[in-house]
């Protein structure tokens, strides 16, 4: 007799547990595990100058010039690859992705020329790491999320960051005990071993698990498959986006967030402190530490998103980080000062919190294209890393420092919060999609 109601309550737990694990979760794990894994060569730039031209004498000109490619190629790619994972699946593409990033590492140790620096580190990582772009965190939340959707875009985004912080110290002292070699190799080991769990794990809609999406009512029918190309897919959603002013404020401002983030920070910033007679695995520390510090930033910042107009958080977000890249250059020196260890602590909040609200409002504007449009606003934000990180590394080869670069990326970074906040009157502008046009868009 005791057994029917021991039964029944184990059956209420049993639901509840159920209920607690929405196979959203999992495939959001899973894709913060991929993002981490891509993640590693990311953090490589930084760490690898000064050892590359030490060992080959190529100019810090010519080494950004692959850096740039690679954040360049890691823009472009990203609305094609959204436009891929409509045609072809997420798991496909993002395993795809990883033996692109593992094979383009791993190769490097056999170079000799700047040619073959450009075409590996530039080009096949940069294919490779563009396929899992912040694209890939606006496909995997518009797909699995509807509830929590901005927190989840949070932690996605910071997979980056995480990756940043569990490679970079590493791959500096491996660096400067055994050589930049094996540090490349590292990252191409754990870029592939991300590869199995992928597959393994990554589903590419919830109707694969008879499920809807979390915190989603109704069935679980999936989004019709997109017939045509997904070239002609990503540039059609760039033609009716293009046509908008809120398309490119959004562009703009992430061009700005691009530029002093991942052109000028993630690429100069070692080099910088190096010049200040800082050892680099202590300035590679300090970035690891702005990564730290990015995780929960960037969480916050998509909860944050749920609850607030993003237009006012992107304007807070670059205003802020433009003050701080003022002063920035009077904080370096061969040790690490307080004043230091602050703006790390600011910037690192900072460093990508512009992400969540960017995706909500390509989500806002556009609709079911949403994805792919964020996609090209991704785009911009890696034109503008790439332009950062070259120019950054000329005007260092042509002044001997790195002030003047600092003081116009502050000034940029105070004109994107201008742009972000010109997105009210572009919102009364822009017609919101219906829900014909959203259906019209997937289809096409």
Same mark, same amino acid.
């Given at each position: 007799m005791a057994a029917g109601p021991l039964a029944a309550r184990?059956? *209420? /737990?049993?639901?509840?547990?159920?209920? /607690?694990l929405h196979p959203a979760w999992?495939?959001?794990?899973?894709?913060? @595990?991929?993002?981490?894994?891509?993640?590693?060569? /990311?953090?490589?730039?930084? @760490?690898? *100058?000064h050892p590359l031209h030490d060992?080959?004498?190529?100019?810090?000109g010519t080494i950004s010039l692959a850096v740039s490619i690679n954040l360049l190629l890691f823009g472009l790619t990203a609305p094609f690859a959204a436009a891929l994972m409509e045609r072809f699946g997420i798991r496909r593409v993002v395993a795809y992705a990883l033996l692109l990033v593992s094979a383009g590492s791993g190769l490097t140790v056999f170079m000799r020329h700047s040619w073959e620096l450009i075409a590996l580190w530039g080009v096949l990582v940069g294919l490779g790491t563009g396929s899992m772009a912040l694209a890939f965190v606006a496909t995997v939340t518009g797909r699995w999320f509807v509830k929590r959707r901005g927190l989840i875009t949070g932690v996605l985004t910071a997979g980056g960051a995480a990756g940043q912080l569990v490679f970079l110290p590493v791959l500096a002292l491996l660096v400067e005990h055994h050589g930049w070699r094996s540090a490349a190799l590292t990252v191409a080991g754990a870029a592939l071993a991300v590869v199995p769990l992928v597959l393994w794990r990554l589903r590419d809609h919830p109707s694969e698990l008879g499920v809807t999406a979390y915190g989603a009512e109704g069935d679980v029918t999936p989004p019709p498959t997109?017939?045509?190309?997904?070239? /002609?897919?990503a540039l059609g959603a760039l033609r009716t986006a293009a046509r908008t002013p809120a398309f490119w404020l959004l562009a703009g401002g992430f061009a700005i967030c691009g530029a002093t983030t991942n052109g000028l920070i993630g690429t100069h910033f070692i080099p910088a402190a190096h010049d200040h007679g800082m050892a680099e695995p202590t300035a590679a520390s300090l970035?690891?530490?702005?990564?730290?510090?990015?995780?929960?930033g960037t969480v916050a910042s998509g909860w944050l998103t749920d609850r607030m107009d993003s237009r006012v958080l992107l304007g807070w977000y670059y205003a802020l980080r433009g003050l701080s890249l003022l002063v920035l250059p009077a904080l370096f020196a061969a040790t690490v000062r307080p004043s230091m260890l602050v703006f790390v602590l600011f910037y690192g909040l900072d460093w990508v919190a512009t992400v969540p609200p960017t995706v909500a409002l390509c989500r806002e504007y556009f609709g079911a294209s949403g994805p792919v449009v964020f996609g090209w606003v991704f785009a911009s934000h890696q034109f503008g890393a790439a332009i950062a990180a070259t120019s950054t590394g000329i005007l260092r080869d042509r002044l001997g420092n790195y002030d003047l670069a600092w003081y116009i990326a502050g000034g940029l970074s105070i004109a994107a919060a201008a742009l972000s906040l010109m997105?009210?009157?572009a919102r009364r502008e822009t017609p919101a999609p219906t829900p014909q046009s959203q259906v019209a868009a997937v289809a096409a």
């Open positions: 184990y059956r *209420i /737990r049993s639901n509840v547990v159920v209920k /607690r999992l495939v959001s794990v899973v894709a913060f @595990v991929a993002l981490v894994g891509a993640a590693g060569f /990311r953090a490589t730039p930084g @760490v690898l *100058i060992e080959f004498g190529w100019p810090l997109p017939t045509t190309g997904a070239a /002609r897919r970035l690891a530490l702005i990564g730290l510090f990015d995780i929960a997105l009210f009157k």
